[in-house]
């Protein structure tokens, strides 16, 4: 699945970066705590979170992830913007809630990746 396949399925908005939407996704993960991100997640290429802080950003590229969704409608403001434009990472918006969007992206394929 691509990052614009994301975008179709999860009826998202792209907030900032268009040149990376062919990038290949091949997992994901939903979460709120960035602990339980860093403590538990491995190899997953898409972050989906109801958190709209830097620190998301921040977790993300410590993770290698390319592409977060924010769901519930939240939208990064411009800080979140430049940082994540600064490190490559995607990030879309969503109104859908974590679980329902985590359901459509597994119901599409996609799934999650292994746990440390």
């Given at each position: 699945?691509?990052?614009?396949?994301?975008?179709?399925?999860?009826?998202?908005?792209?907030?900032?970066?268009?040149?990376?939407?062919?990038?290949?996704?091949?997992?994901?993960?939903?979460?709120?705590?960035?602990?339980?991100?860093?403590?538990?997640?491995?190899?997953?290429?898409?972050?989906?979170?109801?958190?709209?802080?830097?620190?998301?950003?921040?977790?993300?590229?410590?993770?290698?992830?390319?592409?977060?969704?924010?769901?519930?409608?939240?939208?990064?403001?411009?800080?979140?913007?430049?940082?994540?434009?600064?490190?490559?990472?995607?990030?879309?918006?969503?109104?859908?809630?974590m679980f329902t969007a985590c359901g459509l992206l597994y119901e599409h394929g996609l799934r999650g990746g292994a746990v440390t």
């Open positions: 699945m691509t990052i614009s396949d994301i975008v179709t399925v999860l009826d998202a908005t792209l907030v900032s970066g268009q040149e990376f939407m062919a990038r290949e996704v091949h997992s994901a993960c939903g979460a709120d705590m960035m602990s339980d991100v860093l403590a538990f997640v491995k190899d997953q290429s898409v972050l989906l979170t109801g958190l709209c802080n830097a620190q998301v950003i921040r977790t993300a590229e410590m993770m290698d992830m390319i592409c977060i969704v924010f769901v519930r409608g939240k939208n990064p403001d411009k800080t979140m913007i430049e940082l994540a434009n600064a490190r490559r990472i995607v990030l879309l918006t969503t109104e859908h809630r």
